[in-house]
């Protein structure tokens, strides 16, 4: 299995995720950590410019996903 497939993977592991719990992965919980240490990589690797192009335009649309379910404070 090369690299991009395991990151395809992982990219769609993460995206179901999100659409049926309507929230990121907890780094708290064991059986979703493996899934939070991935999307943080990413959002690292985005913010740094490391994120391939192919990548970049993928995990942007997870990360509308996950801005769809943002939790909001509600004392605002």
Known sequence: ???????QMQ??????FIATNHRRPSK???EE??????LRR?????SKGDLPIERK??????M???????RVNQFK
């Open 28 to 30: 708290y919980c064991a």
């Open 42 to 46: 990413n959002i690292k690797l985005m």
């Open 64 to 70: 509308a996903l996950d801005d769809k379910y943002r």
């Open 1 to 7: 299995m090369t690299q991009s497939e395991r990151w």
């Open 33 to 38: 950590r493996l899934l939070w240490h991935w």
């Open 11 to 16: 990219y769609e592991q993460v995206m179901a």
């Open 57 to 62: 335009e993928k995990f942007e649309a997870l």
